[in-house]
């Protein structure tokens, strides 16, 4: 699994890109060459599809886009499904949280409101002809002789939040981009490592994702859950597990893919350790 935004800031041949501070613009054509491709983000993202189609997963969330679809993609742990018959082409707007709060403040003047509900890590957005014609503008940026004016780059990444919260079709993204004020340090702590437990990141990443440094990380973590962060992972993983191979018919091996496991010998090893069995008797045991 790989930081999205680390690979295309390192790879500017093949990403075209455009960016300001922490925020980032890339336009490209999408590599044929996994069917799934594991990755996370330390910023939150959009994207708009140009040609073709891809589908997003994350925590059971599935949206499948295609010419002119356009999501919202919280920061943390995705799945991308690529599909081999048509190329894709696609426009991606990084933001850091810091920047959407100060736009959302002081440029649109909403109030801070915590969120009260729980929302999935991917949203549509509602794709009018404001939409299409925000993105279609941008396109011409990456083809042009000059340098984009920094100044100029930084009234797009503002006119696109305007014109999500704009659209009352957008309510969920817009309740969340109020909710970044209102949420406090602990609540942000928790909700990343509940939407993410399940992805094989490292604790390294789980401290970026939450804003600090590994040893901070830690530090909190024990102060807020009451154990060690690699024990919690590992038990929050084989309970997630556990109910899979209860609930559902997969494969052991893709239930162990599903929930964070390196390889399916680490999480039957796991497995026996914590539940006194291999994952293949938990069936029998419960049938």
Request: include cysteine; hydrophobic fraction near 40%; charged fraction near 25%.
């Amino acid at each position: 699994m790989f930081n999205f935004l680390d690979k295309i800031r390192e790879n500017p041949d093949y990403y075209r890109q455009l960016s300001v501070d922490e925020q980032l613009i890339t336009l490209y054509d999408c590599p044929l060459e996994e069917q799934k491709v594991d990755l996370w983000s330390n910023q939150h993202y959009f994207v708009y599809v140009v040609d073709g189609k891809k589908t997003w997963h994350a925590n059971g969330t599935a949206l499948e886009l295609s010419k002119g679809s356009c999501i919202f993609v919280r920061e943390g742990a995705h799945i991308v499904e690529q599909f081999f018959e048509t190329r894709f082409c696609v426009v991606l707007f990084f933001l850091s949280e810091g920047f959407i709060r100060e736009t959302i403040r002081s440029v649109t003047g909403m109030t801070p409101c915590a969120l009260g509900r729980e929302l999935p890590p991917i949203l549509p957005v509602a794709a009018d002809d404001a939409i299409h014609a925000f993105f279609q503008s941008v396109v011409p940026y990456f083809h042009q002789a000059q340098q984009v004016n920094n100044s100029l780059l930084e009234l797009k990444f503002r006119e696109l939040i305007l014109q999500v919260v704009g659209n009352p079709a957008n309510k969920d993204i817009t309740d969340f981009f109020r909710s970044l004020e209102a949420d406090d340090d602990t609540v942000r702590f928790r909700r990343i490592l509940e939407e993410n437990f399940r992805y094989n990141l490292r604790l390294e990443d789980y401290a970026r994702l939450s804003g600090k440094s590994l040893s901070s990380f830690k530090r909190c973590f024990e102060e807020r859950f009451g154990v060690p962060p690699g024990r919690w992972l590992l038990e929050r993983r084989l309970q997630h597990a556990r109910t899979l191979l209860v609930g559902t018919r997969k494969p052991v091996s893709e239930i162990a893919w599903e929930s964070g496991f390196e390889s399916a010998s680490h999480f039957s090893r796991a497995y026996r350790q914590f539940y006194g069995h291999v994952p293949s008797e938990q069936r029998e045991l419960t049938a």
